[in-house]
């Protein structure tokens, strides 16, 4: 019997809230230790190196750094050190390198050059015998399974907690309620069902966000260029206002993620520019503010939290829209699952 | 009698080498100048703040900053400020605000906030009675003259070249070759026809170019995108392999920015990928490589400084397209000149 198309990424997307209970669970203990570990050597910026999914969770984790820690960070790019040899001066900084299977080589060598130029080298990977774990003095594990489709899910949102539970771990928030909340939010799926069947001929789309919801807008826009080979962009809400905005029409539906908090709240301007144009908007938040449909968030999730729920039904949603335009979205065309860059 | 469409934004992009001598001349002792605060200052860290094509001039500048300084960089979000209300430890830390008309309020708050938080200020802008000169400790004026045209040009190759004369003075290369060579090639356009002709019914697009030639693919699918109402997306070289190559097929036009220096050919293997999916690619580089198409790039100009020539027939690529499809540049729907976003 042949498999059914996105049978993985399906089982996958339904997997995440239990990843997540075993990484509150099992992940706590090394995961306090390496956040310990930090804390000694006191860092004064923050970096982050990573690629596609990875990039996403480093971005949440950049505006966890700068909001939560209060320090200067930044994403790093490889090809400084690959490509233009640079040896930057790294003392008094933490590089974190995010990614999936531990394996492209372009992280692996900034993260070698970072730890001989001084820095406190952190690698977030699901594979503890990877070389980009060996490469760095701190491993986190994030605990996410063998991952076996193409287009990553469960160990983006797994990246997304490890990232908090390291750099924000003194949260008010009961944690330990989300994977229930995660569970609740995969078995309503009917909104994503309708959205999928209306964006069945759509050739673009625009993912919008600001805030820690930037990172959900910018992953769900890639899980839909790699299974539903939409052409998916993705703006901060302030930048879409500064000149993206001229390709917008009714013809191009906007997917705007707007949580309860002051992310959210930040994107009103946005949605009522949106509106003057006749955009077709479906929003994903806790209120239903969407035009043309919206998603539900659970209500009293802080904003710093909310990407672990927010991106689930856009994970279903390119699942459902690459099925339904006859694609496999297990078997992306033209993508490898490790990526070799130099 | 009614002026033709884009008569503006071809002025514009006419003008730059004749604002580059301007800046080259008039503006050398006060950058000289404000070069010479910023070594007083030996900042540890530096970041950008910045929106739209500014934004991209201010990738450009973190690559220079990483490269030939040796010191960790970021791009700075707004929000992290302005919605979430951080105050982040900003001691010997150099924040460079980059800005056309220095007018947006989310900028000039988060230069407000990072001068009370330790940093030295800059704002690179072309508008010293702006609100963004007056609220950093030094000014950089990029002397592009009014720009007129929604669609930015003439500022952001300025912007370019008072970055680069800002944060490295001691180039090798003879700089005052760059206007001539900037006049050269907006004389010689016939590639930029025929592409523009080719483009004709394109509905979507994708750019790429690593290193130094990133922020120049970045700038380009904006550009694009305002003035043509393409769906154009940007992607450095080794993220396109991640993922966003599924969206490619041959339907779907590439334009690779390639110099000659190691940016160009780190970019082998991504050039090498688009010719096995049979895509159609446009080189913009010192050797024409495109199977579709090339746009010439003078030979001996080192990558730190490529970016100023590149941009110049992708500029005119914008313009071109828009009057072909019967749009007017000069006026894109839904765009307004100054964005006001907080």
Redesign the interface.
């Known amino acids: 019997m042949t498999p059914k198309p996105g049978h993985l990424m399906a089982a996958e997307i339904a997997e995440q809230p239990k990843v997540w209970r075993r990484l509150l669970t099992e992940g706590a203990d090394p995961i306090a230790a390496a956040a310990a570990r930090i804390r000694e050597y006191a860092p004064?910026?923050v970096?982050f190196v990573a690629?596609?999914?990875s990039?996403h969770a480093a971005l949440y984790a950049?505006?966890l750094v700068?909001?939560v820690h209060?320090?200067?960070?930044?994403?790093?790019?490889?090809?400084?050190m690959?490509?233009?040899g640079?040896?930057?001066?790294?003392r008094?900084?933490l590089v974190i390198a995010v990614s999936q299977s531990g394996g492209s080589p372009?992280l692996v060598r900034t993260v070698e050059v970072a730890r001989q130029q001084g820095a406190l080298t952190v690698a977030v990977t699901n594979n503890p015998a990877s070389a980009l774990a060996d490469a760095a003095q701190i491993h986190v594990d994030v605990l996410a399974g063998e991952e076996r489709a193409v287009?990553a899910t469960k160990s983006y949102t797994a990246e997304l907690l490890a990232l908090h539970m390291l750099l924000n771990g003194d949260t008010d928030f009961e944690i330990s309620a989300l994977p229930e909340l995660g569970d609740e939010m995969l078995r309503h799926s009917d909104a994503v069902d309708f959205i999928a069947a209306r964006y069945r001929f759509a050739?673009?789309l625009i993912t919008t966000g600001?805030?820690y919801a930037?990172p959900t807008a910018r992953e769900a826009a890639?899980k839909l260029?790699?299974?539903s080979?939409?052409?998916a962009?993705a703006f901060?809400?302030?930048?879409l206002?500064?000149?993206?905005?001229?390709?917008?029409?009714p013809q191009?539906p906007v997917i705007a993620v707007v949580p309860e908090g002051?992310?959210g709240?930040?994107m009103a301007?946005v949605l009522a520019r949106l509106a003057e144009?006749r955009a077709d908007v479906v929003t994903v938040g806790a209120k239903a503010a969407g035009l043309a449909g919206a998603i539900a968030l659970p209500s009293g999730v802080p904003?710093e939290l909310s990407p672990l729920l927010e991106i689930l039904p856009l994970q279903q949603l390119a699942l459902q829209l690459a099925v339904t335009r006859g694609g496999d979205p297990d078997e992306?065309?033209?993508?490898r699952k490790v990526?070799q860059?130099?």
């Not at 901060?236 to 930048?239: F, I, K, P, R, T």
């Open positions: 004064r910026f970096l690629r596609g999914t990039d950049k505006y700068e909001i209060g320090l200067p960070a930044g994403l790093m790019s490889p090809s400084t690959t490509v233009y640079s040896t930057p001066d790294l008094d900084t372009d287009a050739q673009r600001r805030g930037y890639l260029m790699e299974t080979y939409l052409s962009q901060s809400g302030a930048d206002l500064h000149g993206p905005l001229a390709t917008i029409d191009v002051p992310g709240q930040a301007p144009l904003d992306p065309r033209g993508l990526t860059t130099l």
